[in-house]
């Protein structure tokens, strides 16, 4: 049952009715009413947790896997991007005091002297509706940085992007630099953008290669043992 309107907003709804709405809501990319709704969940006092993974990451999972299949384009996986950022900034104060854990940490960013990072972000979005949490460290980002930031973030994943083929070298410095420390095995790594290829991550020795967003959801899941359907 779908509930179009603000008229079944006002009425009492029970936690699967309200999470339901929620992850429509964000699928339609109706920023505000999964916010408003959101916020009468939380209301409510439905778990924190079943809010996160049974509306908002349900909801953008239903959008990736619509983006996977060609059934929605960009703008539409943006809109529904902005719906879960509605909700999730009001969840992110409570998730801590009720230890809502998840799936893992990818460490993301574009390699340095690269200042592209419209690809970078789109990943981000959907590993995070996906249920990762991310650290975004935005563009322009040093090899030592990514290994650090893994390290000091306890995360599994390094996610790196380049647009230009004169940055693609970084992404190597990175995968070299996790060699000198011992850690392959313990953070693996995922490349993308325009010039990466699946021939250039296995020359690098970096562990998968996302062809796309919904692609890098799928790789990262596959590094950390996590099946994805769709």
Known sequence: MRYEGSTADTRKMSDTE?????AESLERGDHERVRRLTRQAIEG???VGQILHGALIAGMKVASDRFRRHEIFLPDVLLAA???YAGLELL???LGQENVSSLGKVVLGTVRGDLHDIGKN???VMLTGAGFEVIDLGHDVVSERFVDTALAENASIIGMSALLTTTMPRMREVVELLKQRNLP????TIIGGAPVSAEFAREIGADAYGYDAANAVVRVSSLLGIRVSG
């Open 18 to 22: 309200i999470l339901q709405a929620i």
């Open 45 to 47: 006092g439905t778990p």
């Open 82 to 84: 902005k719906a879960m």
């Open 92 to 94: 992110k104060p409570l």
């Open 122 to 124: 789109l990943v981000g």
């Open 185 to 188: 095995g313990r953070i693996r």
